[in-house]
């Protein structure tokens, strides 16, 4: 339990960190009284979630690849591989920039925005959305300081992005009265910054970035996109399952949608540490696997549910207590603020089951099962969503949305778990199994939306 306890409060402080200035960001939205603004920074946060899980899949992929080779103690390679996964994650992310800038509009229409609000959320995008190569490039060098075990430098990177955007968002927002189009600026330029730190520490300090050439480029398609491709398939499904409850509550007006993306921000400040427990569980048990010692597998994976349940539980009463004050902060009126109250006080109970998944996910991915792992997230983004979300709209309006969403994490957390334990036992009873797998995904993938600074892993 202290080693759980340790790496994940270790873990926590860096995303917690960028998530309440991703909060902050909001709040200053909301300080200037136009109810569209918030609606349409909903409505483009769920499009560049998208993006952001993109980003994830093939970072994990740039951690694997950089940290197998400095485990065979090939450093050379290992720089090889760091040079060809950056060469390739800003090749991939600039052919989906390109492929997605034509068709902003229609996709905010798909999602519901209308009039002014769709006005909005495309000039937002159209500003923020040329910067993803440089975001996944930033995530790109987290994925290799976490290779080669430099958790520090990783932090750094995603917290100097996040002082960046502390300092340029009210600059930008009130500072040159630019609004919106402020706080798209701000988030570009904390993109940049994030870039230069991590480029600083993978190759300044570690010298874990060489470019290789045509053949040595060619030799590293494989083994990237094979871990890639499945990797950021798994993590698109959060995205998808937040598009569809973003459509239904679209329905209700630019209100709802507000009172959504105040509910999106709200969730990574106050289960962040569930967060970083997504990404610190798996290597406990990836060194505890490696050493056969299984026991440790079962009590790791008991001590992590605990310590899930009792700190949701204590957030949980901490939002129920003080729900009024919290949407009043965000200024949020009408249904907006309803729904902000109807999460702190119900919905926010479901992640006592969200935990399980994301505590069981890296156990699935770290232990040579992540078929499991893109089977309960995909279940979780779709089954769980989709009809619940639907009857819950059709029955009892935006409230229900929102209900709906909670609800079904119920049953995927259960049998997430019960699967968990079970594969636990399963490999105690096969001391031989060896398969190698990619690192755990970074928990930030799991939240309602982000803007991507916080996406990487601590």
């Known amino acids: 339990m202290r080693h759980v306890i340790v790496m994940t409060a270790t873990g926590s402080v860096g995303l917690v960190a960028i998530f309440i200035v991703d909060a902050l960001n909001l709040f200053y939205i909301s300080l200037l009284g136009v109810e569209e603004l918030a609606a349409a920074i909903g409505f483009a946060s769920t499009l560049l979630f998208f993006t952001v899980s993109i980003s994830i899949g093939f970072t994990i992929a740039c951690g694997a690849l950089v940290a197998r080779c400095l485990g065979r103690g090939a450093r050379e390679e290992a ?10 994650m800003g090749l991939v992310t600039l052919l989906v920039t390109v492929a997605t800038l034509p068709f902003l509009r229609p996709l905010l229409v798909l999602l519901g925005a209308t009039g002014q609000t769709l006005e909005l959320s495309a000039r937002f995008m159209l500003i923020v959305l040329p910067s993803f190569p440089i975001l996944a ?16 430098r990783a932090m750094y990177v995603t917290l100097g992005s996040g002082v960046a955007a502390a300092i340029f968002d009210p600059l930008f927002i009130f500072g040159f009265g630019l609004g919106l189009d402020g706080a798209a600026i701000a988030t570009v330029l904390s993109r940049c910054v994030m870039l ?4 600083h520490g993978a190759h300044a300090v570690h010298k874990l970035i060489r470019i290789p050439d045509m053949r040595e480029l060619r030799e590293a398609v494989a083994p990237f996109f094979a871990i890639g491709i499945p990797a950021m398939l798994t993590q698109i499904a959060t995205p998808v399952g937040n598009a569809y409850v973003t459509v239904e509550i679209a329905a209700f007006g630019d209100q709802a949608v507000a009172g959504w993306a105040i509910i999106g921000r709200l969730v990574p400040v106050a289960f962040g540490v569930i967060f970083a427990l997504s990404g610190a569980v798996g290597p406990i048990l990836g060194q505890n696997y490696g050493a056969r010692k299984f026991d440790r597998l079962t009590s790791t994976m008991r001590d992590s549910l605990l310590f899930t349940i009792v700190y949701v539980l204590a957030v949980w009463a901490l939002l129920a207590i003080f729900a009024n ?6 200024g949020a009126d009408g249904i907006a603020r309803d729904l902000i ?19 069981s996910s890296p156990a699935f991915n770290n232990l040579g099962y992540p078929a499991y792992s893109t089977v309960f997230n995909w279940g979780r983004s779709t089954l769980g969503v989709i009809p619940f979300v639907w009857v819950g709209a059709h029955y009892w309006g935006a409230t229900g949305v929102i209900a709906g969403w909670g609800l ?51």
């Open 137 to 152: 490039l930033g995530m790109c060098t987290t994925g290799i300081l976490r290779g080669v075990g430099d958790a520090r």
């Open 325 to 330: 004050p919290i949407a009043g902060i965000f």
């Open 79 to 88: 720089a090889r591989m760091g040079g060809a996964s950056m060469v390739f």
């Open 196 to 199: 230069a730190i991590g480029i």
């Open 408 to 458: 079904g994490a119920v049953v995927f957390g259960v049998v997430s778990m019960l699967v968990c334990f079970r594969v636990v036992k399963a490999i105690a009873s096969e001391p031989l199994h060896k398969e190698e797998t990619p690192p755990a995904p970074p928990p930030a993938a799991q939240s309602p939306f982000s803007t991507g600074k916080a996406s990487t892993l601590q």
């Open 341 to 359: 109250v109807f999460f702190c006080l119900y919905a926010a109970g479901s992640f006592l089951f969200n935990g399980a998944i994301f505590v």
